[in-house]
């Protein structure tokens, strides 16, 4: 079996099996329940210490349905390589050090059909914006599939046709791994995605990769979400500067819930 190895741990999140456990268990215990059947979630993809506290209200809502969420299609920004479309990988799981998440292989040929995408390990290799969601996906779900997307420069429109194709029911949750803001000071940042993440609750597709760095995905999700008649929920908004950063230079993060 080929597998896509942790690039991360030990940077973003603690890479000893134990201690990742305590810590993601502590994020979660710390977010405040909400009674919200998500068809999809936005999440952050920082460090656990910056983007943690935010990340874990989107995924505390999935605990009660984790014998019941059997597939992921997990989709976020590429940092590492310049990447036109998306990009699926050739592995047949992804590992953490909590374990291997399998690849749904038929989800991956289905998308593979699709305009845009194509196969490309190397913007898998070294990104993260996929992998800090896993031990978080690990901890609330039983076991479950993952579809990996990573989106480049790409036409909303794309993305949701991608979206749409990998819909199915309840079994399959849609998880966009996205920041919002970054580097403006603390009360500009907060004025800043103030205002998109009200954009984001009005399912306007429009957001900016200034405005969220995970902006194509973003834009895609929520043109899927305005034609299924979901609602956006905001769970939690703050930025670096309100957890383990100062407040010269910060990163905006937001949770939300689609059902």
């Not at 268990?25 to 935010?54: E, Q, R, V």
């Not at 749904?104 to 070294?126: C, I, Y």
């Not at 896993?134 to 794309?158: S, Y």
Request: glycine fraction near 8%; include cysteine; proline fraction near 5%.
């Amino acid at each position: 079996m080929s597998t896509r190895p942790a690039a991360v741990a030990g940077l973003f999140y603690p890479a000893e099996t134990r201690h990742l456990e305590r810590t993601v268990a502590a994020l979660l215990a710390a977010a405040p329940a909400h009674d919200i059947h998500a068809k999809a979630i936005i999440a952050p993809h920082a460090g656990y210490p910056y983007s943690g506290p935010t990340a874990a209200h989107a995924y505390r809502l999935l605990e009660a349905r984790r014998a019941v969420i059997r597939r992921v299609v997990l989709l976020g920004p590429a940092h590492r390589v310049y990447l036109e479309g998306m990009a699926l990988p050739s592995v047949d799981a992804f590992t953490t050090p909590l374990g291997d998440v399998p690849v749904d292989k038929g989800a991956v040929r289905q998308a593979l059909a699709l305009p845009g995408m194509q196969v490309s390990d190397d913007a898998h290799a070294f990104e993260h914006s996929l992998e800090v969601h896993l031990p978080f996906l690990q901890t609330v779900l039983d076991d479950f599939k993952l579809v990996p997307i990573v989106v480049g420069a790409c036409p909303a429109h794309e993305v949701e046709v991608v979206i749409e194709a990998l819909w199915g029911g309840d079994e399959t949750l849609i998880v966009v791994s996205s920041d919002l803001s970054h580097y403006h000071a603390y009360a500009d940042a907060r004025d800043i995605d103030a205002s998109t993440s009200a954009r984001i609750e009005a399912l306007e597709t429009t957001i900016a990769s200034d405005e969220a760095c995970g902006a194509h995905a973003l834009n895609g999700l929520l043109l899927a979400a305005k034609a299924k008649g979901l609602e956006v929920h905001a769970l939690d908004l703050r930025n670096s500067g309100d957890t383990a950063g100062d407040r010269h230079r910060v990163v905006g993060y937001g949770a939300y819930a689609l059902g």
